[in-house]
């Protein structure tokens, strides 16, 4: 179980409304510190689900940010553990917290302001994130040259491409439209990375390698088929869902590159070498698998609840949320008949 310890800075006239509203929620301890101006410091150790309502109850008893900050921090672990802990939840309260729930999303996801923290961290363009997706690009091209899937799983894992996918459908979603241009940002400056090299690389080996002979790249420049879209789905959701959850997403970032890294670089290469009609099958695959992914990114962060929190502003997301998904179903639509009408 995910915990988090909360820290509230509050008037001290604040402090017992409060305390009072910790209470009422099922906290494994609460403790209160005095501070100098007039302010007062809460603490309390909470289960990660609950930090989203904790939050937004407070915003609405303190409705000026100037009065108030509040800082969430992961626990690793706590002792006692909370069977052993003393507080009970009553049936009255467990009927609060369900009510709380509904209004606030899913109570199986880490709440939205660590959510929106997480994405941004991992989607920021720095010089870490281009190497990586210089070297990532570079191994998976000598996998698929060397036609071996060892060495195409280990570019998988360095690549770091889950991230500037799942904060575009968090942007979507949340209609944040700099959060969108910072992920499509970030994500065509990593497209163009590797496609240069891929391009080079098929340049100066042309002459060497028979390239459409090698199984690793002519299976990426078939037709776009159902499977194809069904892994690049699922990859989606399950990045999506180790962000909402709190786990660890490296490993399951290995399922986005998956679908984006291999026929990126394939279509590169073949384009750099002159097979322009087997590249373009490739970029269709990659084109598919981002809508794909993206797609199921918003699904799921929109089934889990995530919405912005005015709302003045969730009229405009839920306006461009469903003009997004409407536009990617579309488009798979079309690729799943346009693989059928192929055959």
């Known amino acids: 179980m995910a915990l988090r310890l909360i820290e509230i800075v509050v008037p001290h006239e604040k402090n017992e409304e409060i305390r009072n509203l910790l209470q009422e929620r099922h906290v494994m301890g609460v403790w209160r510190e005095a501070t100098l101006k007039g302010r007062c410091v809460i603490r309390a150790i909470i289960k990660a689900q609950e930090a989203e309502p904790i939050m937004a109850a407070i915003q609405q008893r303190i409705p000026n940010p100037d009065d108030f900050r509040i800082v969430l921090l992961s626990v690793e672990a706590s002792i006692p553990r909370e069977n052993e802990d003393n507080s009970i939840s009553t049936e009255i309260e467990e009927e609060k917290k369900l009510k709380l729930r509904k209004i606030n999303g899913s109570s199986h996801r880490i709440s939205c302001e660590e959510l929106y923290s997480r994405v941004s961290e991992g989607s920021e363009l720095t010089p870490v994130f281009m190497a990586m997706t210089v070297l990532s690009a570079i191994v998976a091209i000598i996998g698929l040259i060397k036609d071996d899937v060892a060495i195409l799983v280990g570019a998988m894992v360095i690549a770091p491409l889950l991230s500037p996918n799942v904060t575009l459908s968090l942007g979507t979603t949340l209609g944040d439209s700099k959060m969108v241009r ?150 798979v639509i079309a690729l799943v008949l346009l693989y059928y009408f192929t055959q």
């Not at 391009?199 to 299976?219: N, P, T, W």
């Not at 070498?273 to 373009?280: K, Q």
Request: charged content about 10%; some cysteine.
């Open 182 to 331: 910072k992920a499509l940002k970030t994500n065509l400056v990593g497209v163009f990375l590797a496609s240069v090299i891929a391009i080079a690389v098929g340049y100066f080996i042309q002459d060497y390698v028979k390239l459409l002979e090698l199984e690793s790249i002519k299976s990426r420049t078939q037709a776009v088929s159902p499977y194809d879209l069904i892994l690049a789905l699922a990859a989606g959701a399950a990045g999506t869902l180790a962000f909402t959850s709190g786990l660890p997403s490296t490993l399951i970032g290995v399922m986005v590159a998956v679908a984006l890294l291999p026929p990126l670089v394939t279509s590169g290469v073949l384009l750099g070498s002159g097979n322009y009609v087997p590249s373009l099958k490739a970029l269709t695959l990659v084109s598919a698998n981002v809508i794909c992914v993206n797609l199921a990114g918003m699904t799921t962060f929109y089934v889990q609840g995530v919405r912005p929190r005015n709302w003045w502003i969730k009229k405009k997301a839920k306006l461009a949320t469903y003009k997004a998904l409407a536009a990617l179903t579309v488009l």
